[in-house]
């Protein structure tokens, strides 16, 4: 196949001017020969990228067709509910077959899981940027160990505690926040989660400070104790579950069309009788209220907690997997959580470039597919 | 009884006046046109009938009731429903789904039903998307249900808007250049789709142009110029009346 020349010398030029100013850059620091050096090699390797990007493209072509003949198959209805039975009893055989770090590994997920679909409901349904959701994650926690360990309250009955509390919190940051728009919002919602984070880090007296709360209990059911790993993992299920079919239920509820219309045209959504203060102010509420359940799991799971778990990062991380998987996409966000927390966890073996790893990876997903993996991009239908 | 009563409306933004004292009536069920060169403050009148920006001076009656100042949702929910001229859908929304978040007020379910989704809620979300298939079938686009409205042609998208504003029930429909960026044949497409909401029994006003359409359909004619009300009346009084010709006829469609 020829490939027209203008094509060529364009991309030539681009690789050749990309190298020119890396080893410029190079050029103080390590002197002309390692400039030269670079020079070279970056020159090559992008010839070297450009002739394989060219080599892949039928082979891209050919998988998107089948991809497109996939998806027009008509499956019968009850293939849905196989595939859903099937998957789940892998989930519930999945302990018995792997190793207890896996199983660990799972639980966290499955906690971040549950974030995530929270922030999702604020940041991808209603499209308010959130930056301080980890403040949420904190209080939940936080609530379940100070109730244990002061009161000694049990799981189970802490739970409800938990989960009004952050609800509230919620609404609390929304009412003054929900005033401001785009970036402002955002800004007053990352200046939230850091007012908690200072609090529990300096309130001593009651959250124990840097050293945190430890010795918090796990739950119980019939006396028995769940805090083994495997008995843990399938309360983190239950959750994941439950959290997956009331979200995705109220999504799919005139309180969900209501939210997405907001994210899509807030005027729009005026005009046609949504009060939008007050269903933003829902979504806060309605999200922060699985950052309590995720945040009670974390603490009861950890039986440990302390402000270094919640701190602005914390936030960004489940901000990054709701935007990866793709904004407002429900199995998209349990993908992304999947991902940014098994990620990592592969990436041990290279200690110091995970997150390096981890960042560029963020950075090409944003250039080369910026609606997120489940995301649809405009027009593309 | 006036279902629609203006009263003095004005709007100034910094020292521009937007809308000066502009006052009219609307009998039920009529046709009446706003129009006016570009910048008269016929959207921004638009706007403060329909609660999206607040009128400086004057007063807005919705059936002998005072609504002027009231939040857009708490408006659209006493009647008045309206189409921009930017058009605003949902964009990522189906065709479906745009006309079904439209009846936002007139269903109930709360977040338990949606939840638990008992044989009420079930009922609704079926009323729903079969009230939003008539709300299509009613402007001609009942085939385009699952498409993503901003896959929709442009005049497809204007069609669209009007039967989310339907969707809302609305006592008087208010529309912002309904026809604009369409070619003739769409055009009286949606002259016909306007005459028929007319015999559904809405009250119509519309923002326009296209003098074919306002000369058609009209029954009344307001014109604004700066601001300023210059003129009222039915179409054939609106055609010679020397101030409309010098403000804006003259300049515009009889050049």
Not at chain 1, 69 to 88: F, G, V
Request: contains cysteine; hydrophobic residues 50%; positive net charge.
């Amino acid at each position: 196949m020829k490939i027209p020349s203008p094509v060529i010398r364009s991309s030539f030029l681009k690789g050749i001017l990309i190298a020119m100013w890396f080893s410029m850059l190079f050029l103080p620091f390590k002197g002309p020969e390692a400039a030269a050096i670079l020079f070279l090699m970056i020159s090559a390797s992008h010839a070297l990228l450009n002739y394989l990007r060219d080599l892949a493209r039928p082979l891209r072509d050919k998988g998107l067709e089948l991809i497109g003949k996939i998806r027009k198959i008509k499956m019968p209805d009850y293939s849905t509910a196989i595939c859903r039975y099937t998957l789940l009893l892998i989930l519930i055989a999945f302990p018995f077959f792997v190793k207890d770090y896996f199983v660990d590994v799972a639980i966290l997920t499955g906690i971040y899981i549950i974030l995530a679909l929270g922030l999702n409901v604020v940041v991808g349904f209603t499209g308010l940027l959130h930056l301080g959701f980890a403040a949420f994650y904190a209080i939940g926690a936080y609530t379940y160990a100070l109730l244990n360990v002061r009161l000694g309250f049990g799981f189970w009955q802490a739970l409800p505690f938990c989960l009004g509390l952050t609800t509230i919190s919620g609404f609390i940051l929304a009412v003054p926040a929900l005033r401001l728009r785009g970036d402002y919002l955002a800004i007053v919602t990352l200046g939230f989660g850091e007012i908690v984070h200072l609090i529990l880090n300096n309130w001593d007296s009651l959250t124990g400070g840097p050293n945190g709360i430890a010795g918090i209990s796990p739950p119980y059911i019939f006396g028995l104790s769940l805090g083994s790993l495997n008995r843990y993992y399938y309360i983190t299920l239950a959750a994941v579950i439950i959290t997956y079919t009331i979200v995705n239920r109220v999504r799919s509820s005139r309180i969900g069309r209501a939210w997405i219309a907001i994210r899509e045209d807030e005027i729009g959504a005026s005009s046609i009788g949504i009060n939008t203060m007050r269903y933003k102010l829902y979504a806060f509420a309605f999200g922060s209220f699985w950052a309590g359940l995720g945040g009670a799991l974390f603490s009861a799971k950890m039986q440990f907690v302390s402000p270094e778990s919640f701190t602005f990062i914390e936030s960004v991380l489940i901000l990054c997997m709701v935007i990866l998987g793709g904004l407002g996409s429900i199995p998209g966000v349990i993908i992304g959580a999947l991902i940014l927390v098994v990620l990592p966890e592969v990436l041990r073996g290279v200690q110091s470039y995970r997150l390096l790893a981890l960042g560029a990876g963020l950075i090409i997903m944003m250039i080369f597919r910026p609606q997120g993996l489940f995301g649809r991009m405009r027009g593309e239908g | 009884m006036y279902i629609l009563d203006v009263r003095d409306l004005t709007k100034h933004f910094e020292g521009i006046r937007a809308v000066e004292e502009v006052s009219f009536r609307l009998r039920e069920g009529s046709i009446v046109s706003i129009i006016g060169p570009n910048g008269a403050g016929k959207t921004t009148l638009f706007n403060c009938l329909t609660g999206l920006t607040r009128p400086t001076k004057g007063t807005v009656y919705l059936s002998g009731r005072d609504v002027t100042g009231l939040p857009p949702h708490t408006i659209a929910g006493l009647g008045i429903a309206r189409t921009f001229q930017n058009i605003r859908l949902f964009k990522e929304m189906t065709v479906l789904e745009n006309v079904m978040v439209a009846q936002h007020l007139k269903t109930r379910s709360g977040i338990i039903d949606a939840i638990v989704r008992d044989s009420d809620f079930l009922a609704e979300e079926r009323d729903v998307r079969e009230k939003a298939v008539e709300y299509l079938e009613l402007v001609g686009l009942e085939g385009l249900s699952d498409m993503p409205s901003f896959n929709l042609p442009y005049g497809d998208q204007r069609r669209l808007e009007i039967a989310r504003a339907l969707a809302t029930e609305p006592t008087i429909l208010l529309l912002d250049e309904p026809t604009a960026g369409m070619n003739p044949q769409e055009t009286s497409n949606v002259m016909e789709i306007i005459k028929r909401l007319q015999r559904l029994g809405k009250t119509i006003v519309l923002i326009e142009h296209d003098m074919r359409v306002v000369m058609g359909i009209s029954e009344a004619i307001i014109v604004l110029d700066h601001g300023v009300k210059i003129a009222e009346g039915p179409p054939d009084a609106i055609r010679n009346d020397p101030l409309v010709i010098e403000a804006y006829l003259g300049r515009e469609a009889f050049a």
